[in-house]
């Protein structure tokens, strides 16, 4: 049994001083001239109740780039110097249910058989409150409910919050560390009594059926329709990265003649120079074998080896695409 | 829009192209580039005021080339990318057929000349909102035009969908990708991602179709067309040649000349 509570939208504002006060800070999704951006929330004002942000939430958990180690060139020797972590303490408040789901995905690969310390040092800082999805998002690039999901989905979130017909939301306190946020603003959050009149939640089709689709790529490895539906596609980066489960990641080194330090940014799949060898051979050299790896890995890889889906139909992929690539569009092609 | 369908359906069906670069539906009201290859698919082209993306960056695309020949639905910027892609020796004129969309008619460009002929008469187009940026832009200091593009630039995830929506930027092996040396850092912070714009805008300086598509593409909004049309004004201003404005061009960044108004080279 989940505790309930009920916040009224004035008691936002209580919620985010009695956060800063804590020393956390807030990040969510605010509205900057067109676009949806996940920055600092200072007020409630600030915060925007709904549609997607464009870029994902993932860079308070996986940075676009991090810094791993330094290092010094002193005579013949090479002395290192371990970075920490700086992972601050953090509310992520109000990202939509999809998002908050998408933090296992990164886990399974940041925890695989090496465990990330930058990775789960701002996880284990991070406190999930999303708010759940009462309309749909206004296209047609939303397809939670075909990966699994609902669009008032609890898992990920330490709180999920649902609007109430009468303004304010209901919150569920799903975990110890959304206990501990309520705890901090006891004044915000009032003990639900009986039930509450929660506005419905957004209707979002089932496009497709993500285990008849696995089990169809099996046998669609080889298909012409790869090759068709990324006809279009200019092979840049924009899906991967403003996508909240791709996980794939460039090393580089900068360093000068007398020191320097390793990074770790941000990779997509969908460029040429991913999977470029040394020798010059490359294993992806076209287009539509790029991008049947971004589906298959997340459709067909994931599953087998994680037992999850590598995606949680936000559809903010197909949002940022140039050319509009639309992925739940094109699972479903690859479904039938 | 019959008119193109019709078209369309007529090259493909005497096999004069291969296959017609044009507009369909997209996802909700937008538009999507989409490859017509039979006369029976020809009914999907579609031609309204929604057409904006310059389809002119598949061109040069290996895929897309290897279909054969190519005819283009083409708005002006797309003509001018045409003539600039010709111009640098990328494309050959028995290998594309623009039909050109101008003032909402067909008009089927067969030649490099005609396209020339016909990009002459079209008035330069900078949208009210650009011209507005690129007024404010002019008027601002170095410290406070330095400021914005660092605040715009932080946005930047090196995601490079403005580099891969350009239909100039079709270099093989891009300057970001070389990395013995690695030129400009790969990553995505301060430096990594000024150094990249500002390579693009140099390298773009002068051949700057001004489409506006990386503009359009980019994801999280940056203004980054802006740069690449400042590059090709300036390079109008001061060697009078314009991006995109004919097949035969000696570029001015890269062409030496005994009479260069700069005596440094002499």
């Keep these: 049994m989940t505790d309930r509570y009920t916040i009224t939208e004035a008691s936002v504002g209580s919620l985010l001083d009695a956060i800063a006060k804590s020393g956390r800070r807030v990040l969510g999704p605010k509205k900057i001239a067109e676009r949806i951006e996940i920055t600092e929330i200072k007020t409630a004002a600030d915060l925007a109740k709904d549609g997607q942000s464009t870029v994902s939430a993932k860079g308070t958990v996986f940075p676009k780039v991090e810094r791993l180690l330094k290092y010094r060139f002193e005579g013949k020797n090479v002395a290192l110097e371990d970075v920490e972590p700086n992972a601050q303490p953090t509310v992520l408040l109000g990202i939509r249910p999809c998002e908050a789901r998408s933090f296992a995905a990164l886990d399974v690969v940041f925890n695989w058989d090496y465990k990330d310390k930058f990775f789960n040092a701002r996880l284990a800082n991070t406190t999930v409150v999303a708010i759940s999805c009462t309309k749909a998002q206004g296209d047609d690039a939303c397809f939670c409910t075909s990966v699994g999901s609902r669009p008032d989905d609890t898992q990920g979130s330490d709180i999920l919050l649902s609007p109430l017909t009468l303004g304010g939301f209901v919150a569920q306190v799903l975990t110890d560390k959304g206990k501990a946020l309520v705890a901090l603003a006891k004044d915000a959050f009032q003990p639900l009594v009986g039930e509450a009149a929660v506005v419905p939640p957004a209707s979002v089709a089932p496009a497709f059926d993500a285990k008849a689709l696995q089990q169809k790529l099996a046998a669609k490895f080889d298909s012409p329709l790869w090759a068709e539906q990324s006809l279009r596609c200019i092979g840049c980066g924009a899906c991967a990265f403003v996508c909240p489960t791709c996980v794939c990641f460039d090393i580089q080194d900068e360093a000068d003649t007398r020191q320097g330090q390793r990074l770790r940014a941000w990779d997509s799949c969908g460029m040429r120079m991913f999977t470029l060898h040394a020798s010059g051979h490359n294993p992806r050299d076209k287009q539509s074998q790029r991008w049947r790896q971004r589906v298959y890995h997340k459709f067909a890889y994931y599953p087998e080896r994680f037992n999850t889906l590598g995606c949680v139909g936000c559809g903010k992929c197909s949002r940022a695409c140039p050319v509009d690539m639309n992925l739940k569009q094109h699972l479903a092609e690859a479904a039938e | ?266």
Excluded at chain 2, 57 to 78: C, D, F, N, Q
Excluded at chain 2, 134 to 148: G, P, Q
Excluded at chain 2, 226 to 232: D, G, K, M, V, Y
Aim: include cysteine; glycine fraction near 6%.
């Design chain 2, 1 to 266: 829009m019959e008119e193109l369908r019709n078209k369309a359906k007529e090259l493909l069906a005497v096999g004069a192209v291969k296959v017609v670069i044009g507009y369909g539906k997209g996802t909700g009201d937008s538009r999507r580039p989409i490859f017509v290859r039979s006369a029976e698919r020809a009914n999907d082209l579609v031609v309204d005021a929604a057409c904006t993306q310059n389809l002119a960056t598949y061109l040069t695309k290996a895929e897309v080339r290897a279909l054969g020949r190519m005819a283009i639905v083409a708005i002006p910027s797309t003509l001018r990318s045409i003539l600039q892609l010709a111009a640098e020796k990328q494309l050959r004129e028995e290998n594309v057929l623009a039909l050109g969309i101008l003032d909402g008619k067909l008009r089927e460009l067969a030649t490099f000349d005609a396209i020339e002929e016909a990009v002459a008469t079209i008035p330069d187009a900078i949208s009210d909102a650009d011209q507005k940026l690129i007024d404010k832009l002019t008027a601002m200091s170095v410290t406070d035009r330095r400021a914005f593009w660092a605040e715009e630039l932080g946005r930047c995830v090196k995601c490079y969908a403005c580099r891969s929506s350009c239909p100039m930027c079709y270099c093989e092996r891009c300057t970001m990708d070389c990395n013995r040396p690695q030129w400009i850092p790969v990553a995505s912070h301060a430096i990594g991602n000024l150094e990249y714009h500002m390579v693009r805008a140099m390298h773009l300086a002068g051949r700057c179709v001004q489409c506006g598509t990386c503009g359009t593409a980019c994801p999280v909004g940056i203004p980054v067309h802006l740069l690449t049309f400042f590059a090709e004004q300036s390079v109008r201003r001061q060697f009078g040649q314009k991006g995109g404005a004919s097949a035969k061009l000696d570029y001015a960044m890269s062409t030496f000349k005994p009479d260069d108004k700069e005596t440094f080279i002499r």
